[in-house]
């Protein structure tokens, strides 16, 4: 049974940093991309940030791009999103997701992705 459960959130001043972890049971995540998104209230669920299997390749969301660094670790089943210079725009929920199959490429909408965590809570004062 694959499962996904974020860490890390918190709440910072802006322009402060915080990384968020997710952690993998269940699958190697090397094989399957992995991505980052998240919801505010009243808002859409968002692509924050996925990162390819196999080559490393990435793809971020233009309100984050500059600012947020995904990325795996090089030894265990968890994935990285480093986030730099963050806004009160930023607070939300983030929420770790996989999809279904292996090597599939990186999508940015939601249904794309059948695995997801439960969700950390991101806040961000100004």
């Known amino acids: 049974q694959v499962r996904l459960l974020e860490s890390g959130g918190g709440l910072v001043q802006a322009g402060e940093s915080l990384r968020l972890s997710c952690t993998v049971s269940?699958?190697?995540?090397?094989?399957?991309?992995m991505a980052w998104f998240r919801q505010a209230p009243g808002k859409e669920r968002e692509f924050v940030a996925g990162?390819?299997?196999?080559?490393?390749?990435?793809l971020y969301g233009r309100s984050v791009k500059g600012r947020f660094t995904i990325a795996r670790h090089k030894t265990e089943n968890i994935v990285h999103l480093q986030m730099n210079s963050l806004e009160p725009d930023d607070s939300a929920v983030y929420y770790c997701?996989?999809?279904?199959?292996?090597?599939?490429?990186?999508?940015?909408?939601?249904?794309?992705?059948?695995?997801w965590g439960q969700g950390t809570q991101v806040t961000v004062s100004s």
């Open positions: 269940g699958r190697t995540v090397r094989f399957y991309v």
């Open positions: 990162i390819n299997a196999g080559d490393e390749t990435t």
């Open positions: 997701a996989s999809p279904e199959s292996s090597f599939a490429p990186i999508k940015v909408t939601p249904d794309s992705y059948q695995h």
